[in-house]
């Protein structure tokens, strides 16, 4: 048997009677927090009145400097300053450029005009005519000897050895040879005794042979060059003698019009043909 100060358990009616009348309080509600502080902005230090200044002197300053390197320096001063004997002579009734005396930090000097001279221009080919165009080609031969010229009797030569106006596009300036117009079709013949090293066609040259001979102790070499072309009978190897028939003058090659052109090399060097010719051939 119970104690009569206890309490009788509840029935379940009484506790859900409880439990509805706790369902219907009012739930406590979260504390508000406090608002979040805006963040602060440091503020720029205020520009001080020197910095200003300068900047200021900056922007007046660019101007006047563009402005003064810009001028002329006589700008600001009379002419009469500048240029005092000038101004004498112009007030006196002078042209200005006669010779005029002045003094200037007590020395004396003369100041003389502008002389102008006339002038002239010379070209390339006046040059080299007033070099080489008084050049005497004439000459004789017998036809006969053991050196004898490419034509048994003497012929025209058109252009000497060495500098000359080159006559077209692709000729030389630098001329290392003779050029013989006897005209077109006229028979050619070796210079003297010797071996062909050379008889072909093609290049600048054309139609051309090379021969070989001995000399005074010397290799001498002639060339024949701008021939017709399959007009020569030599082939390389051939023996030849002096006077012998090499081809008929043409204008193969790179030529202007029919024409010999003939060298002489001796040793492996370029010499005057004509020169050579003159001291040796009959």
């Known amino acids: 048997m119970s104690d009569g100060s206890s309490q009788a358990p509840l029935t379940r009616r009484e506790l859900r009677e409880r439990t509805r009348q706790q369902n219907r309080l009012p739930l406590s509600l979260p504390k508000p927090s406090a608002p979040r502080a805006a963040p602060t902005v440091a503020k720029a230090p205020a520009r001080g009145w020197g910095k200003r200044i300068l900047s200021w002197g900056t922007v007046i300053a660019t101007p006047l400097l563009f402005i003064g390197v810009s001028l002329p320096v006589n700008l600001f001063y009379p002419s009469i300053d500048v240029t005092p004997a000038i101004a004498e002579s112009t007030s006196?009734?002078?042209s200005g450029l006669e010779a005029q005396s002045f003094t200037v930090a007590s020395s004396s000097s003369t100041q003389v005009g502008i002389q102008r001279e006339s002038w002239s221009v010379t070209s390339f080919a006046d040059v080299l005519k007033a070099r080489y165009g008084s050049r005497n080609f004439s000459y004789s031969t017998t036809g006969v000897g053991a050196i004898r010229w490419p034509f048994p009797t003497a012929v025209p030569i058109s252009s000497g050895f060495g500098d000359r106006v080159a006559p077209c596009r692709y000729c030389s300036s630098n001329h290392r040879g003779l050029d013989f117009v006897p005209g077109n079709g006229a028979p050619i013949f070796v210079i003297a005794d010797g071996v062909v090293t050379a008889?072909?066609?093609?290049?600048g040259y054309g139609q051309y042979v090379y021969v070989e001979h001995e000399i005074n102790g010397q290799s001498v070499l002639s060339v024949y060059a701008h021939m017709q072309r399959g007009s020569s009978p030599v082939?390389?190897?051939?023996?030849?003698?002096?006077?012998d028939f090499l081809g008929l003058v043409g204008n193969t090659g790179i030529s202007t019009g029919p024409h010999l052109h003939f060298e002489v090399r001796i040793e492996g060097e370029y010499v005057n043909p004509f020169?050579?010719?003159k001291a040796n051939a009959f």
């Open 235 to 243: 082939q390389e190897g051939d023996r030849v003698e002096a006077g």
């Open 92 to 94: 006196a009734g002078g």
């Open 275 to 277: 020169t050579w010719l």
């Open 199 to 203: 008889s072909e066609y093609g290049g």
